[in-house]
């Protein structure tokens, strides 16, 4: 089973310096941030973003089932197999099931509080100083000021924070911003549409249909 931690009791901090949006990839590479990133293991779509970086904030908006799966696959690929903070409003997340999609729940902790600003000091508080290499934070309607912490903290710390919102703010203040949406499967790989909305403050647009291969702990591009 997934542990169920305690809510840290800190309080929420102001917002911090704002780093330019623009060339946010560069930056972070001629530090070395973003090494070893999450990837899909598709070129077609790892091409335009190097994958999901180290040392960042990746927006995913869509469906909590839809997104929880997905996350739960590119999360499976980490090499590094780091230590995940899922932080939720209900706990709806479901160990097992997270687990076939190539999850291993030794690696999830679980935070769950109906309070945003508990679950942003929570998500902060778990790259800095708790050291989790990943950070999942699900905030529907999140401000400026929250996607900065976690952007700040992820960078502070080469970890990688993903922020599931409902919203499109304008501009982007993530690294990425993504959209995944469940799509019909064959009934034993899901199957998502994975649309890439933002990258590096800059709009863009990219549709792809993604599957996941259970035995090859691998996505595959559906043509």
Known sequence: MSRFAPLPNIQP??????????GLAALRRSFGLGSSALTFGIPQIDA????????????????????????????????RRSQILWVTAGGSLHAPTLG????????????STPRVSDRCS?????????GYGAVVAEI????????????????????IAFLV??????????ATRWSVQADRSDGFRPCWQVTLEAFDGSAVHGAWLVEWDHSAVAFRLVE
């Open 165 to 174: 919102r409902q919203d499109r703010p304008q501009p982007s203040l993530a």
């Open 100 to 111: 076939q999609l190539g999850l291993d729940h030794r690696r999830l902790t679980v935070v």
């Open 48 to 79: 335009l973003t190097d994958g999901f970086a180290r040392g960042a904030l990746h927006e995913i908006i869509g469906d909590h089932a839809a997104v929880s799966g997905f996350l739960a696959a590119l999360l499976g690929r980490d090499r």
């Open 122 to 130: 929570a998500a902060e508080q778990a790259m800095s100083p708790l």
């Open 13 to 22: 901090r102001s917002a911090s310096y704002i780093a330019p949006r623009l």
């Open 140 to 159: 529907e309607h999140a401000d400026a000021e929250i996607a900065q912490r976690l952007q700040d903290a992820a960078a502070r710390h080469n970890a």
